[in-house]
């Protein structure tokens, strides 16, 4: 028998009623929404564009259903939230192209756009954030975090859905990358794996200020490097070396690495 205290504990909380959807249905929602916009990934195609439209309506549908059962916690009706949602889609589409474009460029195994659409990591964890942001500027809330947690589950690469990350963006390998939530990343970046943009130790008051790095337009950051602080910024067309920790700002046109000391052994 277990005690009585634990499953009184349980059993309060099982009898609160859920004002937030259930994550499995955020996850085949949102899946379905990116097989619409990338039929790469799947062996469902729409034939024309009146069946895209319905696709994109039923899809649609499907979100107002889903805000719906949240919508104590929306600013505004669940129909018009998800209305708005939708009719961002041909610009989030268009950016997530200028990063399939900068993994095509950036990666020299890359054969295609298709391969990087159908199996790189870093794409589908970029994906995911995209749609997610679009959400966490709407204001809605849980959503957008079950999005990116559900891609870090998928690929290794935690990205907060609160960074501001601009286009052609380009993560490679990814496995341990770690993107805070006031994280700022300009045009043309590149981060490879196990790299940190994160927040030195801040007390729970600091939350709203900016806690995480800026990364300027054309910088390189190479794996395991950790830039932490919301004062540190990194400018344009920098380079910064695997392994290297860095709590401070380094001007544009910056090359920074961490040098092994070598100790021969006699």
Known sequence: MLPNEFLEILCQKH???NTFPASSSVKILFTDIMLTLFPEQTQRH???VD?????FDQLQLRLTRLLRSMQQHLKDDARAVASDFIQQLPEIYRVLLTDIQAIVTGDPAAQSEYEVIRSYPGFYAIAFYRLAHALYLMEIPMIPRILTEYAHSKTGIDIHPGADIDEYFMIDHGTGVVVGETTTIGKHVKIYQGVTLGALSVSKEMA???????????VVIYSGATILGGETFV?????IGGNVWLTRSVPANTKIY???????LQ
């Open 15 to 17: 009898s609160k009623p």
């Open 46 to 48: 729409f034939g024309c």
């Open 51 to 55: 069946e895209l439209q319905e696709a």
């Open 208 to 218: 709203s200020l900016k806690r995480h790095p800026t990364i300027e337009d054309h």
């Open 235 to 239: 400018g344009h067309h920098s380079i």
């Open 258 to 264: 961490h040098q092994e000391q070598v100790k021969i």
